[in-house]
């Protein structure tokens, strides 16, 4: 009788190494490990492997004769199945580093390096992975096609999309300063839809300024609530490109702090440094407006783009958000931590609160902390929580603040 697990499809992996002796003992340790190995010794045939084959998973060596292992690295993201990558190679660190950047930025999101002359087991242990397909599409037929803007539309209508709220923390103390509100969308059709495929189709249609209304109105309430225990509890909510040049959202801001009775000063805006320079004087003119009223202006995604400090130069900014593509690796990337110690010098010196986006551990938290960064948030603190999940954290996280009073100050 045959075996269930004598049925299952191995997983395959392309070994790709210009040197056969390494190749071989790469692919003994994939075949131990439950992968069915194919080797390539050059860059044109595993580029004949990789437009013919779908992998589960990768190991690449930079240096193949007269090609190098980067190109390869574009062909695998192009080939639009781009799963584990391990990168292995004699070069230096930080050419391993900005490797696994550069594999990161074509869309490959699991690259990892690994130095020659190879450690076996730490290969092992990055073999180790949950290399499985894709779960199969929901069963309704709607389901299966793409996601337009009227289906947004009427998700918005009938109250589909709401806000979940991530915790931000004092670095130094540990004392609960506020949360960022993040849309989410539960659609009966799709399901649970990403923001990164919603949020692109409610700013290039008329879904976004509803969707943020309807994230500023839960914030705001949130807020007042908090405020009740904690006076200087401050929510964060996004504000994008389109929206920036509505002067309209102005009086909608205004009108809504005076109906829940938020003062200014609890209310943070979030916008990116693209957003900011796409339409500088009209930027400015709604930016500058909604600080006179003392609502907090942050600078999200700090270095993600092209013109960070001329938008901190230009722009009345309060606070400024280091993205999480540089906290992730910066506890082993001497660059990242550089560029996160630069930000957090540069703020400061305009006078700005820093936040730290991607906080993972305890020990990126102490580091952040080290080098003066003032409020940090992430899933090592907390993943985004319904308002009643943040009530319940808030109350275990800070027990002198008394969950109970948070909800009794919120009852109308």
């Known amino acids: 009788m045959t075996d269930a697990n004598e049925k299952r499809p191995r ?25 069915q190995p194919v080797f390539a010794d050059s860059y044109q045939a595993a580029a004949d492997l990789i437009a013919a084959h779908s992998f589960d998973c990768y190991t690449l060596d930079l240096s193949l004769g007269d090609r190098d292992g980067i190109e390869l690295l574009r062909l695998i993201a192009s080939s639009g199945v781009a799963r584990r990558v391990i990168v292995i190679s004699g070069c230096d660190e930080r050419i391993l580093s900005a490797t696994v950047r550069m594999a990161h930025a074509t869309g490959i999101v699991d690259a990892i390096s690994l130095s020659k002359p190879i450690d076996l087991a730490s290969l092992r242990e990055a073999l180790a992975f949950d290399g499985g397909r894709p779960s199969a599409q929901p069963a309704s037929e709607d389901s299966s096609r793409p996601i337009n803007a009227g289906d947004l539309r009427r998700g918005v209508d009938r109250n589909e999309l709401y806000a979940m709220f991530q915790p931000k ?11 960022e509100a993040l849309a989410r ?18 700013e ?34 996004n504000l994008s490109a389109t929206l920036l040049t509505d002067v309209g959202i102005l009086d909608q801001i205004e009108l809504m702090l005076d109906e829940t009775g938020l003062p200014a000063r609890a209310l943070m805006i979030e916008v990116t440094e693209s957003t900011a320079m796409s339409d500088v004087g009209r930027a400015m003119d709604v930016l500058l407006r909604l600080r006179i009223k003392g609502v907090g202006i942050s600078m999200d995604d700090f ?3 092209y013109s960070s400090l001329s938008a901190l ?10 993205d999480r593509s540089f906290v992730n690796d910066f506890l082993k990337d001497a660059d990242m931590r550089k560029v ?27 580091a952040l902390e080290e ?7 992430g899933f090592g603190i907390s993943p985004p929580l319904s308002r009643k999940a943040l009530d319940a954290w808030y109350g275990l996280w800070n027990p002198s603040a008394s969950a109970s009073r948070i909800r009794r100050a919120g009852v109308e």
């Open 169 to 179: 923390v004092d670095l130094a103390s540990g004392r609960v300063v506020g949360c």
């Open 204 to 237: 290039a249609s008329d879904a976004i300024k509803p969707i943020t209304l309807v994230m500023l109105r839960e914030s705001m309430r949130l807020a007042r609530d908090y405020l009740a225990v904690d006076p200087a509890f401050v929510v964060a909510v």
């Open 11 to 35: 997983r395959q992996i392309l070994v790709v190494d210009d040197d056969p002796v390494q190749g071989a003992v790469i692919s003994g340790v994939c075949r131990r490990l439950g992968y």
């Open 313 to 322: 130069a230009r722009m009345p900014f309060s606070e400024l958000k280091i």
């Open 185 to 202: 969308w539960d659609s009966p059709i799709f399901g649970a839809v990403r923001p990164d495929l919603f949020i692109p189709i409610a």
């Open 371 to 377: 080098l003066g960064c003032d409020i940090g948030q």
């Open 303 to 305: 270095g993600t783009g």
């Open 340 to 366: 996160v110690a630069a930000s957090v010098a540069i703020a400061h010196e305009y006078k700005m609160k820093v936040v730290a986006e991607g906080i993972e551990d305890a020990d990126t938290w102490r």
